[in-house]
């Protein structure tokens, strides 16, 4: 958080597999509140289109599970909150959910900083609560290596 704070940055989340986990991590560092806008668990489809404006062409196309979902759940998240950053995450913690070519495990996470939005495709091992808490410090390091200017 001392990044965004330097900065002078705000965050905030959209969740799908990980339900409020990376909300979570944030908020349980003191100060968080200077820079954590808030955040949507968008587990139901319905929710990613309604409140976060993924098109359901993006979701009939490439499924909930992909790239492009979790892109435009990161944008979509940045525009409802009103934030300068966001992190999006999408995937499958298992243990059912697998298809062909989406294993369980696999987990889209998305960082964005202003307009630019960076994608990292991941399969995470172990079980439901493994991949769930692998997803949420990826993603915390990833939005830091964004905002470092490493991705």
């Known amino acids: ?10 965050v ?3 969740e799908s597999c990980t339900g409020g986990l990376i909300g979570a991590a944030i908020t349980s560092v003191p100060g968080s509140s200077d820079v ?3 955040g949507v668990i968008a587990y139901s489809n319905d929710v990613k ?6 098109k359901e062409q993006t979701l009939m196309d490439h499924g909930a ?25 999408t995937g499958i913690a298992g243990p059912g959910g697998a298809v062909p070519g989406k294993p369980v495990g ?9 307009p630019r939005v960076v994608v990292s495709r991941n399969v995470f ?14 993603a915390l390091e990833l939005l830091e290596e964004l905002l470092k200017g490493v991705l």
């Open 1 to 10: 958080m001392g990044l965004l704070r330097e900065a002078g940055k705000t």
């Open 12 to 14: 905030c989340t959209a």
């Open 36 to 38: 954590f806008q808030g």
């Open 49 to 54: 289109m309604k409140v976060l404006g993924v």
């Open 65 to 89: 599970v992909s790239e492009d979902t979790a892109r435009e759940m990161a944008a979509g998240a940045r525009s409802f909150l009103g934030t300068d950053t966001a992190i999006a995450v």
């Open 106 to 114: 696999l987990v889209y996470i998305a960082v964005a900083d202003g």
């Open 125 to 138: 091992g172990g079980g439901r609560e493994d991949v769930r808490s692998s997803t949420v410090s990826t």
